[in-house]
Every structure is written in C-alpha cells, then in structure tokens.
DNA sequence: TGAATACTGAACCATATAGTTCAGTGTTAT
DNA sequence: ATAACACTGAACTATATGGTTCAGTATTCA
C-alpha cells in the first residue's frame, strides 16, 4: 500500500483547475492588479475575487500586499516549476507506454508478416 | 469583461490535484492495472477507486475497458500535451515579471549609485 | 467632518470531492 | 449449479468550491 501526499501540488492544482484563476495569472502576467480591477475584469463581486485570489495565494502562485485600502495582488515568485517538473516526469510516462504499445504492435506485425502463420 | 472557459484544462487540472489520482498515473506508467489492483494498492474500497478513476477518464487521463468481470485501467493516448503547453506559456509570465523586477531594482540601484541623492 | 472607495467577514446556496457501506449484477472456476 | 470474484450503483457523510448578498471597517479625498 503506497502513502501518497504533496498538498503543495494538490493545492496548486487545483488552484489552475478553474478558467477564471487561470484568467488571473494571465492578467497578473501583465502587471499588478487590484481586487476591484480584477473583479470588473472578470464580472464577479468583490468578495468572490477576493475567494480566487485566497485560493491563488494559499497556492504559492500569487502574493498579495494592502496598500492604503487597495490590496494589490501580483505574481508569486515561487513560479510553476514544481508543477511544470511534475508535469514533465509524467509526460514522459505516457510516451513510454505508447512507444511500448508501439513495440507489440510492430512485433505482432512482424509475426504475421513472417508467414509462420502462428 | 472577459470570458473564459476550457472545461478540458479545468478537468484536467482537478484530476491532477488529489495525490492518490497522480499516484494512480504514476502506478499506470508501469503498465495497465484493474480497479482491484489499483484499490489495494493505495488502501482504498473498490468503489473508492473506481471513483477517482473515473475522475482520471472524463479528464481524458486514463483510459478503461472492461475484459470479463475485470476493468483494465491504462494511461490515455492523449497525455499531458495541452497541460505542459499551459504551465509552459505561464512560467514565462513569471519569469518575466521577475525579469521586470530585476529591472526596476536595478534602475534603482542606479539612481542611488549616481549620487545625484534624488 | 463626512462621503465615497476598497476591501472584508459572515451567512447562505448549489454542486463537486473523497470517502464510506450495503446490496446488487455479471463472470469465472469448480 | 454454485461459490467466489470483480465490479457497479445508490445512498449517505463531511468538506471544499464558486458564487451570491448584506453589513460592516478602514482609507482617502473634498
């Protein structure tokens, strides 16, 4: 029986699971952006923002600062390399399976090309 | 106000967040599994796992096909392409707004090092 | 001082996840 | 034919997500 757990993964995940967070990493990709910016931009109240962008932060994939009554909220510098590596090891995975099935059939093609008929 | 909205990446990426689901992958990288299988192995009731497989199908992860009384579970052709594509496009964003950092600390670098104590 | 702005928190709703148990159905092996 | 096996589906639990409204609090500006 395998003990799996990551919550670093699991949470940034599932942070990019949803198109409108994943809109936010677009818009922060383009500079520093307010709670209210955010929210006209994506045609959500403010509380609901202020939800995505909770969910972005407890990520590691968004920082966020109060300045004056205005919080501003950028890109994390902590990036997407956990996930990209993740993502990249597993990659690889599902080639080798497919250069694998790719190996049987060539070999069952070999087979009944070689008229042993067996 | 934008709209966004890509359900494959959305289910994608959730299927991604759970540790068990991402050891079920790695488990399939090793080759195809049953339910029963793949349930003892992370301790888990059949229908447990059957859950979270189907979770890893509608995401287009893995694939299934019930042979007699038995669901072999395998890695699905399409992979992890689209998935590698969006973080990849998206650690540049990061990169380069720290790119952007380093400039504007440098610049203020600069302005302290010339002296003119503006 | 007072109004407007920007956010925050609590409370609520519907739906999804992550798991369980229990009661089946269909398949294989004796 | 019968038992064992592998799965399946329904129903139930607790928690999280994705959103809302409403009622605040703190800041800024006139």
Redesign the interface.
């Given at each position: 029986?395998?003990q799996?757990?990551?919550t670093a993964?699991?949470?940034s995940?599932?942070a990019?699971?949803?198109?409108?967070r994943?809109?936010i990493?677009?818009?922060?990709?383009r500079g520093e952006a307010s709670i209210t910016v955010l929210a006209?931009?994506?045609?959500m109240t403010l509380t609901g923002m202020k939800k995505h962008v909770q969910v972005l932060e407890r990520a590691g994939l968004v920082v966020t600062r109060k300045v004056g009554r205005v919080r501003s909220c950028?890109?994390?510098?902590r990036?997407?390399?956990a996930?990209?590596a993740?993502?990249?090891v597993?990659?690889r995975?599902?080639?080798?399976?497919?250069d694998a099935l790719d190996e049987i059939l060539n070999e069952m093609k070999q087979e009944n090309d070689d008229g042993s008929g067996n």
């Open positions: 029986m395998v799996y757990s990551n993964l699991d949470r995940f599932a990019l699971s949803d198109a409108t994943r809109g990493i677009d818009e922060l990709g006209d931009r994506f045609g950028a890109l994390g510098s990036g997407l390399a996930e990209a993740w993502i990249e597993h990659r995975l599902f080639e080798d399976r497919f």
